[in-house]
């Protein structure tokens, strides 16, 4: 990123649904990281959910983040390693993009793949800033501005989580598509942006660490010019 992006009175919410123990390396990710916002000045709340259903724990964090007053939702998987440049990259370029995420590597497939949709996307479909739009990926890593996901709660039916003992939207859903496949809650999440109207915009340039019985590490503009060669 060339240009320099100011960043205000932004001030962003990390939303973390948890089901099971973090591991150390995500830990220390948002230590540093909240660390460096607050040497910016940079308000961050942190909206943790302890659920063993992921739709839930999404539910509940969004639910949080609605109340909570913060500008920005940055969604971040318990099991994801980051950087705080990186977390501070994503969170200047969400100035300009109200959705954008990074890809991280896959656990089921060793690490050397990332689960990128971009089928019907015109090839180097590529942003001034080299963010690629894409109709969906995991949302392990991904910045969201309040305005659309106050829209879709607004349009999502109304629940009594007995797991939390609060009212809140039911906006995450693991359900099947027209075809008759099935859709995780993160794909289904991102379907309901871009019927919005909201375009979804991976930054590749981002490297993650995927922590399992090991940690993969990787970047998707690696995997992207290993496919063009």
Same mark, same amino acid.
């Given at each position: 990123?060339?240009?320099?992006?100011?960043?205000?009175?932004?001030?962003?919410?990390?939303?973390?649904?948890?089901?099971?123990p973090?591991?150390?390396?995500?830990?220390?990710?948002?230590?540093?990281?909240?660390?460096?916002?607050?040497?910016?000045?940079?308000?961050?709340?942190?909206?943790?959910?302890?659920? *063993?259903?992921?739709?839930?724990g999404? $539910?509940?964090?969004?639910? %949080?983040? +609605?109340?909570?007053? /913060?500008?920005?939702? #940055?969604?971040?998987?318990?099991?994801?390693?980051?950087?705080?440049?990186?977390?501070?990259?994503?969170?200047?370029?969400?100035?300009?993009?109200?959705?954008?995420?990074?890809?991280?590597?896959?656990?089921?497939?060793?690490?050397?793949?990332?689960?990128v949709?971009?089928?019907?996307?015109?090839?180097?479909?590529?942003?001034?800033?080299?963010?690629?739009?894409?109709?969906?990926? *995991?949302?392990?890593?991904?910045?969201? $501005?309040?305005?659309?996901? %106050?829209? +879709?709660?607004?349009? /999502?039916?109304?629940? #009594?989580?007995?797991?939390?003992?609060?009212?809140?939207?039911?906006?995450?859903?693991?359900?099947?598509?027209?075809?008759?496949?099935?859709?995780?809650?993160?794909i289904?999440?991102?379907?309901?942006?871009?019927?919005?109207?909201?375009?979804?915009?991976?930054?590749?340039?981002i490297?993650?660490?995927?922590?399992?019985?090991?940690?993969?590490?990787?970047?998707?503009?690696?995997?992207?010019?290993?496919?063009?060669?």
């Amino acid at each position: 990123m060339s240009e320099s992006i100011p960043l205000g009175n932004i001030s962003v919410a990390i939303g973390m649904p948890v089901g099971k123990p973090i591991p150390p390396q995500t830990v220390s990710s948002v230590f540093a990281t909240a660390f460096q916002l607050g040497q910016m000045g940079i308000r961050c709340d942190l909206l943790m959910q302890v659920c *063993g259903v992921v739709t839930i724990g999404r $539910d509940s964090v969004l639910d %949080e983040f +609605l109340k909570c007053g /913060a500008d920005k939702l #940055f969604w971040i998987d318990s099991d994801i390693v980051w950087s705080p440049n990186d977390f501070i990259r994503m969170l200047a370029l969400s100035t300009k993009h109200d959705v954008l995420a990074a890809a991280y590597p896959s656990r089921a497939h060793d690490g050397n793949l990332f689960q990128v949709n971009t089928d019907g996307i015109a090839e180097h479909t590529v942003s001034e800033n080299g963010l690629i739009n894409v109709n969906g990926l *995991g949302l392990g890593f991904c910045i969201v $501005d309040r305005k659309p996901l %106050e829209r +879709l709660a607004a349009k /999502a039916p109304r629940v #009594f989580d007995g797991y939390s003992g609060k009212e809140m939207a039911e906006v995450f859903r693991v359900d099947r598509t027209a075809k008759g496949f099935r859709r995780t809650e993160d794909i289904a999440f991102f379907d309901d942006l871009r019927d919005e109207g909201f375009t979804i915009w991976c930054d590749p340039s981002i490297e993650l660490g995927h922590v399992g019985e090991k940690e993969w590490r990787g970047r998707f503009a690696d995997a992207l010019k290993t496919k063009e060669t």
